[in-house]
């Protein structure tokens, strides 16, 4: 194997983690620009319709209501009723990656054009079940006036499934473009094509080719660059945290690839020298294909990279079922590593000597050799074999709340916690939420796909399920109601000397769950529903006997903004509390351990609803 001092190879028995797709895929690793909007100098010649500002809200009952806060930070489009233009970058692209976060006034329209050309919807969408290419986060339709009215529209691509939030909140969008392409003689050999758009953490466009413009282009002629144009004239939106990427760059290239695979995967950099080489030759690509062997083998390439741009670069390699590692000018690219591996580089213009290492062990595993690399202006581009997937990725076993849907299982949250009694509630109107029995909370709420059961019932499994639509995080889990002495006391992280006991739940006529438990030695009944429309869910939790000194909490967050009338927003504008009774009580905004919380004394009965 290669370098002795390596230790020992600790396998697992997942065949998910030689995945090619899975290793190789993902996050571009490009670093970001992020557009200045201290002031609007990245705009050509802005209209007035578009300003700066340092905070924004928008209305959850007004259509078109964008309220502002002088400053700058976030640019605000507030259209009014004529004279509105759309807004152009400087700067032109072809390839790019383009990051922001977006909020939209109640029943508001925009889009996000990409070189002027092919729209990105943006929408208020919140709550709709079934969204079309019109819809938030879809690719808008082309267009052609001389079919008959109802049909001019085609080649629209709707979301895969809606992941909008509720007007007012700040919602994230990553979106990968790639131009089309043009031969010496200006002929366009390929079409421009979105590679994915992510809305709020959900992969909601994939691969889809572009045949031309979108409708209301600036420009029906398709060229290798254009402006982002962001739309103006339609409706009230914001935009924060910019971040544009281009690749404009040529990537490295290989030659000279030459081959020797010699028998025994365990063999040591020092030892293939040694041994007589059981095929060997040149080579036109890197692949694992070379010579008889399917396992127990040791693989080496030489070659010549050639890149253009000085600057860092990232390499990663797939080495399915052994160990792998790459040189380049004696230095590592990309230390030895099992199954996969990532490395940085800092390389110079001109052609660098290369050794690439592939010594595999495990007869399981089909030999599949991967590798990437992305730089300066160079998008993560494959330098290896094309048709290198070892195992066919494992089908997705996909559980769709078509009515209301129950179902345990251990829940993964950040920060490396997991619900080890977690409930799954989800109803058809794409809205679901785990409960955690063993503190009486909701730890997490999210709309769109119900649950992905593949890590729970694959193979053998671990117990756990996953999310399968975008997700709203609820804080750590810490018990819902505790009794304090004083409005500032701490929250205690668990159930212990409270007398917590869980009781389980009882379902109504529909299906939903009352989840019960005995706390301070009175019998907590807690109750949600999916608010009409899909907007979020309804909290109603009621105590058999009051408890002097009981308090609920209702969230905690970096900051939490009292907005009036019962309506707070928590988390830098990531989801609402709405209080509609709380028996007279008055919720109390603290701060805690760097954080705020929402609380509020509890009686008899409480309701309240979080709306996302």
């Known amino acids: ?16 983690l030689v995945l090619l797709l899975l290793l190789l895929g993902g996050n571009r690793l490009m670093a970001q620009n992020t557009v200045p909007l201290n002031d609007l100098s990245f705009f050509q010649e802005p209209a007035s319709n578009w300003k700066l500002a340092s905070g924004v809200q928008a209305d959850l009952d007004k259509d078109e209501v964008l309220t502002t806060k002088g400053g700058n930070g976030i640019l605000i489009n507030l259209p009014g009723k004529s004279g509105a233009k759309d807004l152009y970058s400087k700067t032109s692209y072809g390839d ?19 070189q002027g050309r092919y729209e990105i919807q943006l929408l208020d969408s919140w709550g709709v079940v079934n969204p079309k290419s019109g819809d938030n986060a879809g690719i808008y339709e082309r267009w052609d006036d001389s079919k008959p009215d109802g049909q001019q529209g085609y080649d629209g691509h709707a979301p895969r499934q809606n992941a909008s939030r509720a007007p ?13 392409r043009f031969d010496a003689q200006g002929k366009k050999i390929s079409n421009a094509k979105v590679i994915y758009v992510w809305l709020n953490g959900v992969l909601v466009q994939d691969n889809v080719e572009l045949a031309g413009p979108t409708r209301g282009a600036m420009d029906s002629k398709e060229t290798t660059a254009g402006p982002l144009r962001i739309q103006g004239d339609h409706g009230a939106v914001a935009f924060r945290n910019i971040s544009i990427t281009g690749f404009d760059k ?4 290989l030659s000279n690839l030459k081959y020797a695979v010699y028998k025994g995967g365990s063999t040591t950099e020092a030892d293939y020298k040694k041994l007589k080489a059981e095929a ?52 590592d690219a990309v230390p030895v590593a099992d199954f996969r591996g990532t490395g940085k580089i800092q390389l110079q213009p001109g052609e660098h000597p290369f050794e690439l290492f592939y010594a595999k062990t495990i007869d399981w595993a089909k030999p599949a050799l991967g590798l990437t690399v992305s730089g300066p202006g160079i998008r993560e581009y494959l330098l290896s074999d094309a048709n290198v997937s070892n195992n066919d990725p494992v089908d997705p076993i996909l559980i769709n709340a078509t009515a209301n849907t129950i179902l345990r299982s251990f829940s993964d949250l950040p920060g490396g916690i997991r619900v080890t009694h977690g409930v799954n509630v989800g109803s058809p109107d794409l809205v679901h939420y785990t409960y955690d029995m063993d503190k009486g909370m909701i730890v997490q709420l999210w709309r769109g796909g119900f649950l992905d059961a593949t890590p729970m019932w694959h193979d053998r499994g671990d117990g756990s399920s996953r999310v399968a639509g975008s997700v709203q995080y609820l804080g750590k889990p810490v018990p819902a109601i505790q009794k304090l002495a004083n409005t500032q006391a701490t929250w205690a992280a668990d159930t212990a000397g409270t007398g917590y006991r869980p009781k389980g739940y009882v379902l109504n006529t529909n299906d939903e769950p009352t989840f019960k438990y005995l706390i301070y030695g009175t019998m907590v009944n807690d109750a949600s529903t999916v608010i009409t429309g899909g907007h979020g869910i309804h909290r109603e939790v009621t105590l058999q006997n009051p408890v002097d000194g009981l308090f609920a909490q ?53 309701t309240y609803s979080i709306i996302f």
């Open 96 to 114: 790019v990656d383009l990051e922001l976060d977006y909020m939209m006034a109640k029943a508001s329209n925009s889009g996000i054009y990409l």
């Open 250 to 253: 040529a990537p490295p290239i």
């Open 280 to 331: 060997e030759g040149a080579s036109t690509i890197l692949s694992s294909n070379q010579g008889k062997l399917a396992n127990d083998f040791f693989l080496r390439y030489t070659g010549t990279i050639k890149v253009t741009e000085a600057g860092e670069y990232t390499f990663k390699l797939s080495v399915p079922g052994g160990k792998g590692a790459l040189h380049i000018g004696g230095a």
């Open 168 to 180: 007012g909140l700040w919602q994230h969008i990553k979106i990968s473009f790639q131009a089309p």
């Open 1 to 16: 194997m290669y370098c002795i001092k390596h230790p020992p190879i600790s396998f697992g028995g997942k065949r998910s």
């Open 554 to 606: 209702l969230a905690t967050g970096t900051n939490i903004e009292d907005l009036g009338n019962g309506l707070y927003t928590v988390d830098d504008k990531s989801y609402y509390i709405r209080i509609e009774d709380a028996a007279g009580a008055k919720p109390i905004l603290r701060n805690a351990g760097g954080k705020q919380e929402l609380i509020v004394p509890i009686q008899k009965k409480l």
